[in-house]
């Protein structure tokens, strides 16, 4: 019975750091793969409702969610937030602005901060909501001047990119952006 238990507590202890990496790279795919399902809850409310969307981020928090645009003073009622895992953190890239390629070399990623993170096109109507932002048009594109690419890195470093697609209508998950 003690033989058990000591192999038992030495393939524990052998198992035990594979483990937590195991969890860390769970909480990161996790998250990413929660992302990528509000990209595309914002580009099917923005068809359905023939309205512009936001997808922001509060660089502070981390905090993400979607809006409407146009929501007006009393606030989008659809209007949802998402808080990432505290062991994830979540920020847009802007390093490059390729539509449907990715950048050569060293990518240089940029956390945004401060006003808006995308130009609104003649007579769109602009949000309160402070940070950088993707914008769903009612057509379901992107807008042009929205960030091509979302950083999602977990504490130890490990990195994994939402990255828009060539036909500027969704991201999907890398893993580098090469």
Known sequence: MILVMALLVVAVSMVSPRLSDFLRGRA???EARRLLAVTHAARSRAITE??????WLDSGTGAYGLERVDAGRSGDPQAQ?????ENVR?????SQRLIGQTPTGMPTPTVLTGPSGFR??????????PGPSIRWAPDGTIDED?????RVED???AVLWLVEASDRRRYEIRTALD
């Open 28 to 30: 990161i795919e996790s």
């Open 90 to 94: 979540v920020s847009f890239d802007r």
């Open 50 to 55: 023939g309205r512009p969307v936001l997808l």
């Open 81 to 85: 937030e998402f808080a990432p895992d």
């Open 146 to 150: 929205s960030p091509n690419a979302i």
């Open 155 to 157: 504490a130890a470093g």
């Open 120 to 129: 609104r096109s003649a007579g769109a109507i602009a949000t309160t909501r």
